[in-house]
């Protein structure tokens, strides 16, 4: 059972560049959430979704989009990155996105934007 | 709003010693209250969580924490630390009352463990 899978593990791109983060989760679990982690501030959510076809907006969501065409896939895209986005990036998983769930995450994607 | 403070960033503690890293939390209804940990690279590996009923909760790898009410607390404890437990934790909380609350971590505490 592979759980929740990243891609990229890691990547740089040049400000500027449109960039999409995949992921994708086996476990069917309703529930995706987009995160990213920064030294000294924890994580931070960035976008939700509580099932297929719904999203929402978290903390940060500027800068961000994501769409949520079925229950496996989640990407997170970048349309025009900027410097300020360089951070490491959590894909988690819970299985109906109620409060008392727990999340699940994947290995991280690390995106530098220079 | 939410919010969840851990007051150390940094914890040592020698190898067999008890460990705690500290935790409080902030919120408008009742909470529920969660632990995570993060080795090197890694993504975050869930640890325990609080939701209702018995105060002491135990979870992976030995560890456990205890919710106080009164002291809006949940700190995470371990009796006997091992070098392996050395990593960085963060707790974390979610708002019973409220609209779409979401989970909020705290900035983490990086222990370690001593041989």
């Known amino acids: 059972i592979a759980g929740i899978t990243q891609a990229p593990t890691s990547q740089i791109l040049a400000a500027g560049r449109r960039m999409t983060l995949r992921c994708t989760q086996d476990?069917?679990?309703?529930?995706m959430y987009w995160y990213r982690q920064d030294l000294g501030l924890g994580l931070r959510l960035i976008h939700y979704?509580?099932?297929?076809?719904?999203?929402g907006k978290g903390e940060v969501p500027d800068g961000y989009s994501v769409s949520r065409a079925n229950t496996d896939d989640f990407p997170l895209t970048l349309a025009s990155a900027v410097p300020s986005q360089t951070s490491v990036y959590f894909c988690?998983?819970?299985?109906?996105?109620?409060?008392?769930?727990?999340?699940?995450f994947g290995p991280g994607t690390r995106l530098t934007v220079l | 709003a939410q919010s969840v403070a851990q007051p150390e960033d940094q914890v040592n503690v020698a190898e067999g010693n008890p460990l705690t890293v500290k935790c409080t939390y902030s919120v408008s209804g009742n909470p529920y209250l969660f632990w995570y940990v993060q080795y090197p690279n890694r993504g975050l590996q869930f640890l325990l969580k609080y939701i209702t009923g018995d105060n002491l909760v135990k979870g992976s790898y030995g560890f456990e924490a205890e919710f106080n009410k009164s002291q809006t607390s949940f700190h995470l404890k371990k009796p006997s630390a091992l070098v392996s437990d050395s990593a960085l934790y963060f707790c974390?909380?979610?708002?019973?009352?409220?609209?779409?609350?979401?989970?909020?971590f705290g900035k983490g505490t990086r222990l370690s463990v001593i041989a």
């Open positions: 988690a998983s819970s299985e109906t996105g109620g409060r008392a769930d727990t999340q699940y």
């Open positions: 476990m069917r679990h309703n529930a």
């Open positions: 974390a909380v979610r708002d019973t009352g409220g609209r779409n609350t979401p989970l909020v």
């Open positions: 979704s509580n099932t297929a076809g719904t999203t």
